[in-house]
């Protein structure tokens, strides 16, 4: 039972460019997250997807687009990078409204330069 | 605005004493809380939860918190702190109506020492 999984584990990117974040559970969840964590901001919720099909705005979305592919998968795009988006990037999941606790990813390390 | 406060950037402590980290919360409503571990280049693991019933929580590695209504606190604790426990720690917060969103707090260093 691998949990959540993330590629890739490390990214270096040049401005403008963009690229995709990959996140995968196989617990059957039906709610899936991704966080940003920055040194002494905690985490910070991106985008999160509710249920398969539904994907919603968190704290700090802009400048990132995210799709609900199936109930297994939920990816992170960055459109065109920036150095504020380097960051710790975590995918989690929650089997439901009903059982909150989350699962996370390891995380992507990604660096904007 | 909803918040969660861990007001300790680093604690230390002692192999072998009682360790706290402290988190206060500021949430309509009664709130679940949680406290989550984060060891070093790894993701975050979830240590207890309190969703309702006993103030007292107890959790994963010998770990419990005390959850205070009127103080709206989220207490971690444990009475015999281990070099092995350091690491960041985590409170988050879940609204518990109209929304799936958690609100973490920064987070708090634990560094215990032998």
């Known amino acids: 039972n691998a949990g959540v999984t993330q590629t890739p584990k490390f990214q270096v990117l040049k401005t403008g460019q963009s690229m995709t974040l990959q996140c995968a559970q196989d617990?059957?969840?039906?709610?899936m997250y991704w966080y940003r964590q920055d040194p002494g901001m905690g985490l910070r919720l991106i985008y999160y997807?509710?249920?398969?099909?539904?994907?919603d705005k968190g704290e700090v979305p802009n400048g990132y687009n995210v799709s609900r592919l199936n109930k297994r998968e939920f990816s992170l795009r960055l459109e065109s990078a920036a150095p504020s988006q380097t960051s710790v990037y975590f995918c989690?999941?929650?089997?439901?409204?009903?059982?909150?606790?989350?699962?996370f990813g390891p995380g992507t390390r990604l660096t904007v330069l | 605005a909803q918040s969660v406060a861990q007001p300790e950037d680093q604690v230390n402590v002692a192999e072998g004493n009682p360790l706290t980290v402290k988190c206060t919360y500021s949430?309509?409503?009664?709130?679940?809380l949680f406290w989550y571990v984060q060891y070093p280049n790894r993701g975050l693991q979830f240590l207890l939860k309190?969703?309702?019933?006993?103030?007292l929580v107890k959790g994963s590695y010998g770990f419990e918190a005390e959850f205070n209504k009127s103080q709206t606190s989220f207490h971690l604790k444990k009475p015999s702190a281990l070099v092995s426990d350091s690491a960041l720690y985590f409170c988050?917060?879940?609204?518990?109506?109209?929304?799936?969103?958690?609100?973490f707090g920064t987070g708090t260093r634990l560094k215990v020492l032998a």
């Open positions: 989690a999941s929650t089997e439901g409204p009903s059982t909150d606790t989350q699962y």
């Open positions: 617990m059957n969840h039906n709610s």
């Open positions: 997807s509710a249920s398969e099909g539904t994907t």
């Open positions: 949430v309509s409503g009664n709130p679940y």
């Open positions: 309190y969703i309702t019933g006993d103030n």
């Open positions: 988050a917060v879940r609204p518990t109506r109209g929304t799936y969103k958690y609100i």
